[in-house]
T-cell receptor, first 114, second 111 residues
Framework: KNEVEQSPQNLTAQEGEFITINCSYSVGISALHWLQQHPGGGIVSLFMLSSGKKKHGRLIATINIQEKHSSLHITASHPRDSAVYICAVRGLHAGGTSYGKLTFGQGTILTVHP | DTAVSQTPKYLVTQMGNDKSIKCEQNLGHDTMYWYKQDSKKFLKIMFSYNNKELIINETVPNRFSPKSPDKAHLNLHINSLELGDSAVYFC??????????FGQGTRLTVV
């Protein structure tokens, strides 16, 4: 079983819909990242969270450390949001320090139709 | 200004060849990484360097050798390429406990 699990693996929505992508993890972490990858494109960091909630435009990310769970929400979705969304956790190195190793979920392929 | 740049973007080569992928970051970060993305888009760490020192080496064949001449550069050299090495390789950099910045990826195809 992967240390980071995302759901759903595929998501299709109509323009304007509210979208939620979930991420659960099973290891101790120092932070959780949400990343976006457009087809054939590079990877862009959307959020880095260690607690609570962050908002950037139409994107909102939340994390519950006790439940080892995070969600990425997209409000008023648009076709340009179509991409792969990847959850990644930054682990804890021995001694409690973190050298930034990221462990990734398998990604969620989002398609937003006009 | 490109924060993390990789070259080349595409690399097609024959089995058995040796190839290198270069990565440079201009963000002043201390830590750089190489990740491999397989055909199912799953990303996995290969190596991590902190201030030119190797700190993570994840069960990667000896044919893969990272080299960090200074903390702004982390190159990946691959010997005796195999079909299974075909993938997209991403370089990234970060400060400890900060967000990661990724290069645009290098699509390696071994034929």
């Amino acid at each position: 079983k992967n240390e980071v699990e995302q759901s759903p693996q595929n998501l299709t929505a109509q323009e304007g819909e509210f979208i939620t992508i979930n991420c659960s993890y099973s290891v101790g972490i120092s932070a959780l990242h949400w990343l976006q990858q457009h087809p054939g494109g590079g990877i862009v960091s959307l959020f880095m969270l260690s607690s609570g909630k962050k908002k950037h435009g139409r994107l909102i990310a939340t994390i519950n450390i006790q439940e080892k769970h995070s969600s990425l929400h997209i409000t008023a979705s648009h076709p340009r949001d179509s991409a792969v969304y990847i959850c990644a956790v930054r682990g804890l190195h021995a001694g409690g320090t973190s050298y930034g190793k990221l462990t990734f979920g398998q990604g969620t392929i989002l398609t937003v139709h006009p | 200004d490109t924060a993390v740049s990789q070259t080349p973007k595409y690399l097609v080569t024959q089995m058995g060849n040796d190839k290198s992928i270069k990565c440079e970051q201009n963000l002043g970060h201390d830590t750089m990484y190489w990740y491999k993305q397989d055909s199912k888009k799953f990303l996995k760490i290969m190596f991590s360097y902190n201030n030119k020192e190797l700190i993570i080496n994840e069960t990667v064949p000896n044919r893969f050798s990272p080299k960090s001449p200074d903390k702004a550069h982390l190159n990946l050299h691959i010997n005796s390429l195999e079909l299974g090495d075909s993938a997209v390789y991403f370089c990234a950099s970060s400060q400890v406990r900060s967000e990661a910045f990724f290069g645009q990826g290098t699509r390696l195809t071994v034929v």
